[in-house]
């Protein structure tokens, strides 16, 4: 747990530090669209939309880890119980 909070605290250091030392105004093209804006703002916006994307991504890989838990910790209770009764069973 605190590998994690580290890795992100470094990397919102990393993305954080030269939006800070580069705050110019520039002009950002994209396709049709031109926008003008600080390139903190740029980069902000940017590493957020990548973590959206990211979350997104992940979102069904975590869903079907939650069900598979689940479903094993249902299955380890009914053996558990087999294991109680089977040993009821034989005394």
């Known amino acids: ?3 994690t909070l580290i890795i992100t605290f470094l990397l919102m250091v990393i993305v954080i530090v ?5 705050n110019i105004e520039t002009t950002l093209k ?4 031109e926008i003008e ?3 903190t ?13 990211v979350a997104v991504l992940i979102l069904p890989k975590l869903a079907r880890k939650y069900l ?4 094993l ?11 109680i009764k089977a040993e009821r069973d034989s005394v």
């Not at 703002?41 to 994307?53: D, E, N, Q, R, V």
């Not at 598979?68 to 479903?71: E, F, G, L, Q, S």
């Open 1 to 3: 747990m605190y590998i």
């Open 18 to 22: 030269p939006g800070i030392q580069n």
């Open 30 to 33: 994209f396709f049709f669209w």
């Open 37 to 39: 804006a600080p390139l």
């Open 41 to 53: 703002s740029i980069i902000f916006y940017s590493a957020l939309l990548g973590a959206a994307t």
């Open 68 to 71: 598979d838990v689940r479903n």
């Open 73 to 83: 910790k249902k299955q380890l209770s009914a053996f558990k119980e087999k294991e």
